[in-house]
């Protein structure tokens, strides 16, 4: 009776355990976690000797052991990670193929189970084992190994501890597949994140775009009527100056000389010749202005794509060009800019895209060029011509990029500017624009001394049709 009670409380005892380990794998964040969770608990709550859990890895093809736990300390932790061939493995795979609920019990595992099976899951003393599979809902994921280092006929996997293992794995199954649907989730979510920004981005551009298109369009009107009033009011100047040259020779002839005073007197007050000097230079500068706006407001339409084919040939030169004038006023007390760029072989894109791609690079040397160090600010634009492509240089004497980061400035958020100074997309918009065209992008930096981006664009006679 006595002894009964003591089983009963024994079985309550495990049962607890069960269900706290249950617990425990619901919790686990990862499938290390769960497999270091497992090998534990089938040493504490089934009383093997030893235990081990091997993961699939390598798309099924290997299986690789990533927990281990023992009664006694382990003397051979270092085998964790060892990754073997599943092929090399016949038992094992044998197990995990069948996906069901068998588990395999070796009187003598050295018969059963071959060298390669026995280095990845057992110690060398493992006498008996059982193999629970591992299976995520339907798909095999791994396989656990427990281990008895002699064999105790009545105590070693009687029915209690099998149905205790089959329990604890059918669990871990369940919390494994959890973290991948947990895991498949996020991917989404960060997938989708980023498609929503990008498209923010993108959009904010097509504003801009669209703002610099209208504002334009808004302005040309009334500066076609200053352009075309200037050369009439230049004329009527010129007339007014001849007309009061005759009255001048009139007067000089015909005037008393008192008049003729009188008239000095007022020339004199009025500024009359300085007015004729000034008159000149100060037409020359209005009308200097009024053409300089007629090429920004050309500028910012073609920046904008206003009216643009999605594609077509393009000038490289041009668009370069048009994205540092755009910018040229942004860099006005940031830094000087040169430009070497000849007329280059078309290549096939679309302009304001490709526009995008130029100005993201300025802005970004500009943004990160200190206006302390000014005049010695230095931007260097060139564009050259490549066996097959067409390449535009860009380069700052700035503060450079660290090795460390040079490598992820393309992806999109990367950013070290200041949290709210920087959406981190604007060289991967460049990135995205320059793959789109089938071309090259790529950026060499020092730190302290400067960083260089250089593009490459396919000559649209390289590109094959079906590219375009
Ligand atoms: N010319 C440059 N000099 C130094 N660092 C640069 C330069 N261009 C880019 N970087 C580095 O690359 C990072 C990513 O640039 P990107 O244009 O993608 O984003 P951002 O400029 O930080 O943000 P946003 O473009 O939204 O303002 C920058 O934060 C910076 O660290
Ligand atoms: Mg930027």
Redesign the pocket.
């Known amino acids: 009776m006595v002894k009964m009670m003591e089983h009963d409380r024994q079985r309550v005892h495990n049962l607890e355990k069960v269900l706290e380990a249950s617990e425990e794998l619901g919790r686990a964040r990862s499938c290390d976690e769960i497999a270091e969770i497992l090998a534990a608990r089938y040493v504490d709550i089934i009383k093997a000797t030893y235990s081990s859990v091997a993961l699939l890895t390598d798309y099924g093809k290997s299986l690789q052991l990533r927990a281990m736990s023992s009664i006694r300390p382990l003397k051979e932790k270092k085998r964790l990670g060892l990754e073997l061939p599943l092929d090399d493995m016949p038992l094992l795979k044998s197990i995990i193929n069948r996906r069901d609920d068998i588990l395999v019990e070796t009187g003598n595992p050295h018969s059963e189970l071959n060298d390669k099976e026995r280095e990845l899951l057992l110690t060398s003393s493992t006498k008996s084992a059982l193999f629970p599979p591992l299976l995520a809902g339907d798909k095999p994921i791994g396989i656990i190994a427990i281990g008895e280092e002699r064999r105790q006929e009545r105590e070693s996997f009687n029915k209690n501890k099998i149905k205790v293992a089959h329990v604890l794995a059918r669990q871990a199954g369940i919390a494994i597949e959890n973290i991948n649907a947990y895991m498949d989730l996020q991917d989404t979510m960060d997938k989708l994140q980023k498609a929503y920004l990008a498209m923010i981005?993108q959009d904010k551009m097509l504003a801009i775009g669209r703002l610099a298109a209208g504002m334009a369009h808004e302005i040309n009107n009334p500066n076609a009527y200053v352009l075309s009033n200037l050369s009439t009011l230049q004329e009527y100047a010129a007339d007014l100056f001849r007309a009061y040259d005759n009255a001048r020779r009139l007067a000089d002839k015909y005037a008393s000389s008192e008049e003729i005073k009188c008239l000095e007197q007022i020339e004199r007050e009025l500024g009359i010749e300085e007015m004729r000097d000034d008159y000149t230079e100060l037409m020359a500068e209005v009308s200097e202005g009024a053409k300089r706006i007629a090429q920004i407001i050309n500028d910012l339409r073609y920046f904008s794509g206003e009216g643009e084919k999605q594609e077509q040939l393009l000038d490289v030169s041009e668009i370069v060009m048009n994205s540092v004038n755009v910018i040229r006023s942004h860099l006005k007390h940031k830094a000087s800019i040169e430009t070497d760029i000849p007329p280059l072989p078309p290549i096939k894109g679309n302009r304001a895209l490709l526009g995008q791609v130029f100005f993201?690079?300025l802005?970004?040397?500009g943004?990160?060029?200190d206006s302390e160090k000014f005049p010695h600010n230095k931007l260097n634009i060139k564009g050259l011509e490549e066996a097959e492509y067409v390449v535009v240089m860009i380069e700052?004497n700035?503060?450079?990029?660290d090795s460390d980061?040079i490598g992820?400035?393309?992806e999109p958020f990367?950013?070290?500017?200041d949290v709210g100074?920087?959406?981190?997309?604007?060289?991967?918009?460049?990135h995205d624009i320059v793959r789109k065209h089938d071309g090259m992008i790529k950026?060499k930096?020092k730190p302290n001394e400067?960083?260089q981006?250089i593009l490459r664009f396919p000559k649209a006679s390289e590109k094959k049709d079906n590219q375009a």
Do not use: H, Y
């Open positions: 981005q993201n690079i802005l970004n040397a943004d990160f060029l700052d700035g503060p450079g990029i980061i992820r400035i393309f990367f950013t070290t500017k100074k920087g959406t981190g997309m604007g060289l991967a918009v460049a950026v930096s400067g960083t981006f």
